[in-house]
Structures are given as structure tokens and as C-alpha cells.
T-cell receptor, first 109, second 116 residues
């Protein structure tokens, strides 16, 4: 079956760095996405990786290893507004998104 | 990226009534739109794939007669929750798939449905 695993909850301190991991097993692979979702709102796109390596975009970076079925989202210089759920999703061979359950990130002052 | 709107943003209805939710792609012609449902503290659950000019493709466990989807044009898809019950209360989100490599998905703001 298809499966996306990510931690349920993480806590970090304002100004620090946090890494949110995601492992996946899917039928085919057409890219991995990270989305940020604040409570009561729709997800917003953060990153897309289809090739191995690190993609950096401001304070956020996303890494992918296809051979390991692994990705991480790295958030630097954490701000209170970064408190949200972070969803990992993989696009399978049918171009359908398989969603992880999300990681709730709590930022403490 | 594509701009997607949903209407209404919030709706409260009585049990047994039907509710229609509209999803519009404002600046992009979308042959494919997706409808998701999200219960509190849970991830997105794909309900169906809406295809312009043809029948929607429903995910396993989603009743097609209860959740009617109409994708009549390239910019509009509607989801009608028929005979709504309290257990249908949820956050309904639509999205548009764009990009030549299907690597961009843009979400609408979502519709909060509460069935009393």
C-alpha cells in the first residue's frame, strides 16, 4: 500500500532551527510537496522536490532522497507565525497526491 | 500561480438539507479539480477528482449520490452535499492542478460546513 509517515507533533524555540522528516512508500513517484497549514485555513504550498538534493527558499529548505524514500523540511530562524501543521505529500504515478497526516509544529518563545 | 476561490466560506445548515459549494479557478482553465475533506486535526482526504465535461472520479468510500460533483466549465466545479447530516460537518477544500508537469496544486480557501 501507499504510506506517508511524519511525526505527529514537534516543539521548537523561536529563533532556532527545526527539521521535519517525511518517509514515503508509494506506487511511482512524480514529486514530493511540502505544505503549510494554519488552523482553520487551507494548505499553502511551500516546496516541490522531484530530484535528489536540497532546495532552498528563504528560511525554508526541503531535501529529497528518492533512493531512501525520504524528505525533510528545514525551517530556520523560527518565528511564532511558523506555528502550523506541515503536510508532506507525494505525487504517485497517476499524478495523485498521497498525503501524510501532518506534523503540528509548536513554536515557544 | 493559479488563484482559486470557494463560496461560501462558511455555512451552517439543518440536517436533511442540501448544500452547494462552488470552486472557481479565477485565472486558469482547469480541466481537473480536486475536492478534499478535512476533519479536525486530521490530514486532507481526497474525496473525488472533478473532470470538466465528464463524470467525477470518486475515492473509495465516498458516496457519489451524496456528494454530487459538477464540473460544467473550465473555471467552475461544484460540490453538493445532499441530505446533509451532522457527520458531514467538515472543512471542504478544492484545488486546481496546473503546470505542464502537474507539479503545481493550488488550493481554494476552503468551506467550513456545520450541519446542525
Amino acid at each position: 500500500g501507499q504510506n506517508i509517515d511524519q511525526p505527529t507533533e514537534m516543539t521548537a524555540t523561536e529563533g532556532a532551527i527545526v527539521q521535519i522528516n517525511c518517509t514515503y512508500q508509494t506506487s511511482g513517484f512524480n514529486g514530493l510537496f511540502w505544505y503549510q497549514q494554519h488552523a482553520g485555513e487551507a494548505p499553502t504550498f511551500l516546496s516541490y522536490n522531484v530530484l535528489d538534493g536540497l532546495e532552498e527558499k528563504g528560511r525554508f529548505s526541503s531535501f529529497l532522497s528518492r533512493s531512501k524514500g525520504y524528505s525533510y523540511l528545514l525551517l530556520k530562524e523560527l518565528q511564532m507565525k511558523d506555528s502550523a501543521s506541515y503536510l508532506c505529500a507525494v505525487m504517485d504515478s497517476n499524478y495523485q497526491l498521497i498525503w501524510g497526516a501532518g506534523t503540528k509544529l509548536i513554536i515557544k518563545p | 500561480g493559479a488563484v482559486v476561490s470557494q463560496h461560501p466560506s462558511r455555512v451552517i445548515c439543518k440536517s436533511g438539507t442540501s448544500v452547494k459549494i462552488e470552486c472557481r479557478s479565477l485565472d486558469f482553465q482547469a480541466t481537473t479539480m480536486f475536492w478534499y475533506r478535512q476533519f479536525p486535526k486530521q490530514s486532507l482526504m481526497l474525496m473525488a477528482t472533478s473532470n470538466e465535461g465528464s463524470k467525477a472520479t470518486y475515492e473509495q468510500g465516498v458516496e457519489k449520490d451524496k456528494f454530487l460533483i459538477n464540473h460544467a466549465s473550465l473555471t467552475l466545479s461544484t460540490l453538493t452535499v445532499t441530505s446533509a447530516h451532522p457527520e458531514d460537518s467538515s472543512f471542504y477544500i478544492c484545488s486546481v492542478l496546473s503546470g505542464t508537469s502537474h507539479n503545481e496544486q493550488f488550493f481554494g480557501p476552503g468551506t467550513r460546513l456545520t450541519v446542525l
